[in-house]
């Protein structure tokens, strides 16, 4: 058997491990064969789980090998004859534990210096910890309760130089599922929302139409029943079933094992319920929270004409395949690109035209999220992850000045093991365990404050209208990540005091005493201090900057009308409403509404401006050409649908022209209302009213100009808007803005009992401020703001903890020269300002290394801040004032007591 | 080291387990523990440092030794220690199981009602 391939970087660690830690009589006798054995297995895990397997591996050798080394240590502790005849003590491994003994007795004879250490780390270990969790569920994690998830990916259509990618048409899928070599198996998914009852109420989630290779392809097992499966979609039309996630089965059904077989209503048809999904399975985005999965041939009875089966210009649907084993994602792609040209010029394929031009295909790992956003997701959570290892930084530099401040107190007795014949790396190794111990405990506690704090994370709610479940509790791979860091730390930051402890000239500070010898101050702790100030006043910056980015955003003049307005998410069409029967109740309803006192106006539209939901369609327009495309080609614009009240309600003012009129229905000639941006753009001669222009080759007449508003984001630069009438295009999802002058309680409860009282079966809908609804563009800030300002505080706590500590401990080292001074005639006046000054001085350097620094560093927040300058001064003063103000309060306290010298004891003393 | 074998009882669980798994032939490391996962189904999963430990522990006691015969070449990988089961290992062993027949057909043990395995 050849299994000689050189060692891994597992197989070394693992190997150096045991030579550190188990005793010499246990790692002699055994230590090769462990060796061998952790290979064996990781050999095989890497075969069952590909890279993930490492981590399985060491989740379980790690405690393995610790208990092993304790234990084994006891036992030759309690019978001590070791078979090979070397002496224990001169073991490294024995040396270290004795050492960390050492330590441990150090701790336990200083319990407030040991406290406070440990909990300086674990606040830093704890933020890193907990926004790496965060980080972890949202973007490194894969696929919760799939099988092998790292060789599924995501499959787009793109074109040249788009970055963003277009979802598919079930034919495309059916085309790439049908011609693909590089994958093993492709399944296509669609977002349904749905309405679910099993009883008379129905309550509103989220469904996923799917492909029959989906469940396969992920490879999810059923926790009841069975999932669906099959190769031809379209025979599982008449099937009738439905998947429920194992959350919405706890839910609703109460975890009834008797639920299989039983009848759930969806969007208003009787499906029955054939399997519960495993727990942690909650689809291709485990952040949205899937209720229910229904075959694809359900979709257009469940979803209408959104889900297509049979229109290739349609695409509703995002694609999901297994790489074969062996096949890279870049050559999957390659190869799916081919598929995707193939597949546009094929015979038979009538694609939009817009549409057609995407001739390549993407590929990207899953990610949790949808591929476009995971990298900007990930952008931010990294600005995030680096805030938060600012504060360990901190937390770690104030630990290093600590240690190094018990380093000096020390001397004497590191002076005497030098003269008792300890070597300097002796003593360093013993500094260093200390501090590994220290930063190993912290980073233990770290881990605890971020169970807790990604706990309390989840408790937030955000302003978004999509159910979330994401689960951000640290898992393994967080624990072993944090824990890593805290020793990496513990080494970096423990090294120095180390070193400079060590350096001891024995001689003189033998013969001399405790106290005299204090002033010579190491330059090494001074910039340790003007370090933590510095970091502290980049975090707290930050925080400024996002706190006057929040204040500049909630002032903001979107454009429209954002007070006074009640909005509520209203879906007929999940509830299986036919057109006719939902523009009635959506007509009954508003009449009713508008009865209510103090409503002013009523109004619908499919997408509210500034809640992260934007949607655009083709048009052609006389005389332009989109960019690289020909004569006659179509525009993409973005749109709404509006009714007529809605430029009203949201005071949207009028330029020219009309808004839209009842007689703008379905048998009316297709109009449309347009921006100002959109007038001067395409229209340059000013000739945009009453002008036409085409969707596909339906005319539409324009007949209104109104002024901009915001539509994406705050900040965003004013675009072409197009306004078409809901009455000329039906969608059964629509929000309903009311805009009252009394409370919104009010509108609320008419809202809600009118509804019930139109269709007690229709779920009763979210309903919210536009206020509210519009502050999801305000969340990263929000975040940020939130983050920054929380780490700050700490950073800044910390760094006054440290001042404070520095400067009592200084002039504690110092109390004869003071009580000199004193005696000699210098004023107590005198003392305070002499070490005010020295203070001052640090936080001075502290002060200004840390606006230099932050100067460089918030230029990255620019895209955050609504044009807020990353210099903004008014931030930065303000943050230098209160950075200033703390300092001084930590200084002062030290100063004040120096002052207090008692000259004749303080030279008693001695 | 022990020669009355009845001084070494009862066994920990893991210890007969392990030889048990030794009875029916020699194995080294990764083998046993793989066997030992297998016959409990999974119930016992020993990492190495832990093995290594019972297996110190047995070896002590006599109860088990390192191998001298080879396995065919080809299977043969020569770093590798294969341990098996000594006559006395084999006598512990033995009175082990027979303590555990007697302690399994007594009254109480059968008045006990019987857990239906979970699917």
């Given at each position: 058997?050849?299994?000689?391939?050189?060692?891994?970087?597992?197989?070394?660690?693992?190997?150096?491990?045991?030579?550190?830690?188990?005793?010499?009589?246990?790692?002699?006798?055994?230590?090769?064969?462990?060796?061998?054995?952790?290979?064996?297995?990781?050999?095989?895990?890497?075969?069952?789980?590909?890279?993930?397997?490492?981590?399985?591996?060491?989740?379980?050798?790690?405690?393995?090998?610790?208990?092993?080394?304790?234990?084994?240590?006891?036992?030759?502790?309690?019978?001590?004859?070791?078979?090979?005849?070397?002496?224990?003590?001169?073991?490294?491994?024995?040396?270290?534990?004795?050492?960390?003994?050492?330590?441990?007795?150090?701790?336990?004879?200083?319990?407030?210096?040991?406290?406070?250490?440990?909990?300086?780390?674990?606040?830093?270990?704890?933020?890193?910890?907990?926004?790496?969790?965060?980080?972890?569920?949202?973007?490194?994690?894969?696929?919760?309760?799939?099988?092998?998830?790292?060789?599924?990916?995501?499959?787009?259509?793109?074109?040249?130089?788009?970055?963003?990618?277009?979802?598919?048409?079930?034919?495309?899928?059916?085309?790439?599922?049908?011609?693909?070599?590089?994958?093993?198996?492709?399944?296509?998914?669609?977002?349904?929302?749905?309405?679910?009852?099993?009883?008379?109420?129905?309550?509103?989630?989220?469904?996923?139409?799917?492909?029959?290779?989906?469940?396969?392809?992920?490879?999810?097992?059923?926790?009841?029943?069975?999932?669906?499966?099959?190769?031809?979609?379209?025979?599982?039309?008449?099937?009738?079933?439905?998947?429920?996630?194992?959350?919405?089965?706890?839910?609703?059904?109460?975890?009834?094992?008797?639920?299989?077989?039983?009848?759930?209503?969806?969007?208003?048809?009787?499906?029955?319920?054939?399997?519960?999904?495993?727990?942690?399975?909650?689809?291709?985005?485990?952040?949205?929270?899937?209720?229910?999965?229904?075959?694809?041939?359900?979709?257009?009875?469940?979803?209408?004409?959104?889900?297509?089966?049979?229109?290739?210009?349609?695409?509703?649907?995002?694609?999901?395949?297994?790489?074969?084993?062996?096949?890279?994602?870049?050559?999957?792609?390659?190869?799916?690109?081919?598929?995707?040209?193939?597949?546009?010029?094929?015979?038979?394929?009538?694609?939009?035209?817009?549409?057609?031009?995407?001739?390549?295909?993407?590929?990207?790992?899953?990610?949790?999220?949808?591929?476009?956003?995971?990298?900007?997701?990930?952008?931010?959570?990294?600005?995030?992850?680096?805030?938060?290892?600012?504060?360990?930084?901190?937390?770690?530099?104030?630990?290093?000045?600590?240690?190094?401040?018990?380093?000096?107190?020390?001397?004497?007795?590191?002076?005497?093991?030098?003269?008792?014949?300890?070597?300097?790396?002796?003593?360093?190794?013993?500094?260093?365990?200390?501090?590994?111990?220290?930063?190993?405990?912290?980073?233990?506690?770290?881990?605890?404050?971020?169970?807790?704090?990604?706990?309390?994370?989840?408790?937030?709610?955000?302003p978004?209208?999509?159910?979330?479940?994401?689960?951000?509790?640290?898992?393994?791979?967080?624990?072993?990540?944090?824990?890593?860091?805290?020793?990496?730390?513990?080494?970096?930051?423990?090294?120095?005091?180390?070193?400079?402890?060590?350096?001891?000239?024995?001689?003189?500070?033998?013969?001399?005493?405790?106290?005299?010898?204090?002033?010579?101050?190491?330059?090494?702790?001074?910039?340790?201090?003007?370090?933590?100030?510095?970091?502290?006043?980049?975090?707290?910056?930050?925080?400024?900057?996002?706190?006057?980015a929040l204040g500049r955003g909630r002032t903001a003049d979107p454009g429209f009308q954002v007070d006074g307005v009640v909005t509520?998410?209203?879906?007929?069409?999940?509830?299986?409403?036919?057109?006719?029967?939902?523009?009635?109740?959506?007509?009954?309803?508003?009449?009713?509404?508008?009865?209510?006192?103090?409503?002013q106006s009523v109004a619908y539209a499919r997408v509210l401006p500034l809640s992260m939901n934007i949607s655009g369609?083709?048009?052609?327009?006389?005389?332009?050409?989109?960019?690289?495309?020909?004569?006659?080609?179509?525009?993409?614009v973005n749109t709404d649908e509006v009714d007529g009240g809605y430029f009203r309600a949201l005071r949207i003012p009028l330029v020219s022209g009309r808004v839209f009129?009842?007689?703008?229905?379905?048998?009316?000639?297709?109009?449309a209302v347009i921006n100002e941006t959109f007038a001067r753009r395409y229209f340059?001669?000013?000739?945009a009213l009453?002008?036409?222009?085409?969707?596909?080759?339906?005319?539409?007449?324009i007949v209104g100009i109104v002024r901009d508003s915001k539509f994406a984001k705050l900040d965003e630069e004013a675009a072409p808007f197009l306004y078409q009438p809901a009455?000329?295009?039906?969608?059964?999802?629509?929000n309903l803005l009311v805009h009252t002058?009394?409370?919104?309680?009010?509108?609320?409860?008419?809202?809600?009992?009118?509804?019930?009282?139109?269709?007690?079966?229709?779920?009763?809908?979210?309903?919210t401020t536009l206020r509210q609804s519009t502050a999801v563009v305000l969340l990263p800030q929000?975040?940020?703001?939130?983050?920054?300002?929380?780490?700050?505080?700490?950073?800044?706590?910390?760094?006054?903890?440290?001042?404070?500590?520095?400067?009592?401990?200084?002039?504690?080292?110092?109390?004869?020269?003071?009580?000199?001074?004193?005696?000699?005639?210098?004023?107590?006046?005198?003392?305070?300002?002499?070490?005010?000054?020295?203070?001052?001085?640090?936080?001075?350097?502290?002060?200004?290394?840390?606006?230099?620094?932050?100067?460089?560093?918030?230029?990255?927040?620019?895209?955050f801040l609504f044009g807020i300058?990353?210099?903004?001064?008014?931030?930065?003063?303000?943050?230098?004032?209160?950075?200033?103000?703390?300092?001084?309060?930590?200084?002062?306290?030290?100063?004040?007591?120096?002052?207090?010298?008692?000259?004749?004891?303080?030279?008693?003393?001695? | 080291?022990?020669?009355?074998?009845?001084?070494?009882?009862?066994?920990?669980?893991?210890?007969?387990?392990?030889?048990?798994?030794?009875?029916?032939?020699?194995?080294?490391?990764?083998?046993?523990?793989?066997?030992?996962?297998?016959?409990?189904?999974?119930?016992?999963?020993?990492?190495?440092?832990?093995?290594?430990?019972?297996?110190?522990?047995?070896?002590?006691?006599?109860?088990?030794?390192?191998?001298?015969?080879?396995?065919?070449?080809?299977?043969?990988?020569?770093?590798?220690?294969?341990?098996?089961?000594?006559?006395?290992?084999?006598?512990?062993?033995?009175?082990?199981?027979?303590?555990?027949?007697?302690?399994?057909?007594?009254?109480?043990?059968?008045?006990?009602?019987?857990?239906?395995?979970?699917?």
């Amino acid at each position: 058997m050849t299994r000689r391939r050189p060692p891994s970087w597992s197989e070394r660690v693992y190997a150096v491990l045991i030579q550190l830690l188990c005793p010499p009589s246990f790692r002699d006798r055994f230590g090769q064969e462990m060796g061998d054995f952790f290979r064996d297995r990781l050999h095989d895990e890497r075969a069952r789980r590909g890279r993930t397997g490492d981590l399985v591996i060491w989740a379980r050798a790690l405690p393995d090998l610790v208990s092993t080394a304790l234990r084994e240590h006891a036992a030759a502790f309690v019978n001590p004859l070791p078979t090979p005849p070397s002496p224990p003590s001169d073991s490294m491994s024995s040396r270290l534990f004795s050492d960390a003994r050492f330590a441990l007795r150090g701790f336990r004879k200083h319990p407030v210096f040991f406290g406070v250490a440990v909990l300086v780390v674990a606040l830093g270990t704890g933020a890193v910890s907990t926004i790496f969790s965060v980080a972890n569920a949202v973007v490194l994690r894969p696929l919760p309760g799939a099988r092998d998830a790292s060789a599924l990916v995501e499959v787009g259509r793109t074109r040249t130089g788009e970055q963003g990618s277009l979802s598919a048409s079930y034919p495309y899928y059916e085309y790439v599922a049908r011609h693909s070599t590089s994958l093993d198996g492709l399944a296509a998914w669609g977002m349904v929302p749905v309405t679910l009852s099993t009883g008379n109420h129905g309550v509103q989630g989220l469904g996923n139409a799917v492909s029959g290779s989906y469940f396969s392809v992920l490879g999810v097992q059923p926790f009841l029943g069975t999932l669906f499966a099959g190769s031809d979609d379209r025979a599982l039309a008449g099937e009738g079933v439905v998947v429920i996630s194992h959350a919405y089965w706890q839910r609703e059904l109460a975890g009834d094992s008797t639920a299989i077989g039983r009848p759930l209503s969806v969007n208003g048809r009787a499906l029955t319920i054939v399997g519960v999904a495993p727990p942690r399975f909650v689809g291709v985005y485990p952040a949205l929270r899937t209720d229910v999965w229904i075959p694809v041939a359900m979709g257009p009875e469940l979803r209408g004409e959104a889900a297509d089966l049979t229109n290739a210009g349609i695409s509703w649907m995002q694609l999901v395949g297994r790489l074969k084993r062996g096949t890279s994602a870049s050559a999957a792609q390659r190869e799916l690109s081919a598929v995707s040209a193939q597949y546009v010029s094929a015979a038979g394929v009538a694609e939009p035209k817009g549409m057609s031009e995407y001739t390549a295909a993407r590929v990207d790992r899953v990610a949790g999220l949808p591929a476009e956003v995971a990298g900007a997701v990930a952008g931010f959570l990294g600005v995030l992850l680096a805030i938060a290892a600012l504060v360990l930084l901190i937390a770690s530099v104030n630990v290093a000045s600590m240690l190094l401040a018990r380093a000096v107190v020390r001397r004497r007795e590191i002076a005497m093991r030098i003269a008792l014949g300890a070597t300097r790396l002796r003593l360093v190794r013993q500094l260093l365990v200390e501090s590994l111990l220290l930063f190993g405990l912290g980073g233990a506690a770290g881990t605890l404050l971020a169970v807790w704090g990604t706990r309390l994370l989840q408790r937030v709610e955000l302003p978004i209208d999509v159910p979330l479940s994401l689960d951000v509790s640290p898992d393994v791979r967080v624990l072993v990540v944090t824990l890593l860091i805290a020793l990496a730390t513990g080494v970096l930051f423990g090294l120095a005091p180390a070193l400079q402890g060590s350096r001891t000239d024995v001689q003189s500070t033998l013969r001399s005493d405790s106290a005299g010898s204090g002033r010579r101050r190491s330059r090494l702790r001074d910039g340790l201090i003007v370090g933590q100030i510095a970091l502290s006043l980049l975090l707290l910056s930050s925080a400024g900057l996002f706190i006057r980015a929040l204040g500049r955003g909630r002032t903001a003049d979107p454009g429209f009308q954002v007070d006074g307005v009640v909005t509520a998410a209203l879906d007929v069409g999940s509830a299986g409403y036919p057109e006719a029967r939902g523009r009635a109740l959506y007509r009954d309803l508003a009449e009713r509404l508008g009865r209510v006192p103090g409503v002013q106006s009523v109004a619908y539209a499919r997408v509210l401006p500034l809640s992260m939901n934007i949607s655009g369609r083709h048009f052609s327009v006389p005389g332009q050409v989109p960019p690289g495309g020909h004569e006659g080609d179509a525009i993409s614009v973005n749109t709404d649908e509006v009714d007529g009240g809605y430029f009203r309600a949201l005071r949207i003012p009028l330029v020219s022209g009309r808004v839209f009129l009842t007689s703008d229905d379905e048998q009316a000639p297709r109009v449309a209302v347009i921006n100002e941006t959109f007038a001067r753009r395409y229209f340059p001669a000013g000739d945009a009213l009453g002008a036409t222009i085409r969707e596909d080759s339906t005319p539409i007449t324009i007949v209104g100009i109104v002024r901009d508003s915001k539509f994406a984001k705050l900040d965003e630069e004013a675009a072409p808007f197009l306004y078409q009438p809901a009455a000329q295009i039906w969608s059964g999802a629509t929000n309903l803005l009311v805009h009252t002058l009394g409370t919104p309680e009010a509108v609320t409860a008419a809202l809600l009992r009118e509804v019930s009282s139109l269709d007690p079966s229709l779920p009763s809908p979210r309903v919210t401020t536009l206020r509210q609804s519009t502050a999801v563009v305000l969340l990263p800030q929000r975040i940020a703001a939130a983050v920054t300002g929380a780490l700050g505080l700490t950073g800044l706590l910390l760094a006054a903890v440290g001042l404070y500590g520095i400067l009592s401990f200084s002039t504690a080292q110092r109390t004869r020269e003071m009580g000199v001074r004193l005696a000699l005639g210098a004023s107590r006046t005198g003392i305070v300002q002499l070490v005010l000054g020295e203070g001052l001085r640090l936080v001075v350097v502290g002060i200004t290394v840390g606006l230099v620094l932050a100067g460089m560093a918030t230029r990255a927040l620019r895209p955050f801040l609504f044009g807020i300058s990353p210099l903004d001064p008014l931030a930065f003063a303000s943050v230098g004032a209160v950075l200033l103000g703390v300092s001084l309060l930590a200084i002062w306290l030290p100063a004040r007591r120096a002052s207090g010298v008692d000259p004749m004891r303080s030279m008693r003393a001695e | 080291m022990p020669t009355d074998p009845r001084t070494l009882l009862p066994l920990k669980p893991v210890d007969l387990v392990l030889l048990l798994a030794l009875v029916e032939g020699e194995q080294h490391g990764y083998a046993l523990a793989g066997e030992i996962a297998e016959r409990t189904e999974g119930v016992v999963r020993l990492e190495p440092g832990n093995l290594y430990r019972v297996i110190r522990r047995l070896v002590d006691d006599g109860l088990v030794d390192v191998s001298q015969k080879r396995p065919v070449a080809e299977l043969d990988d020569e770093r590798r220690r294969y341990y098996r089961i000594t006559a006395f290992g084999g006598r512990v062993a033995a009175l082990e199981v027979q303590r555990l027949r007697a302690l399994v057909s007594s009254p109480a043990a059968r008045a006990l009602p019987a857990i239906p395995a979970r699917a």
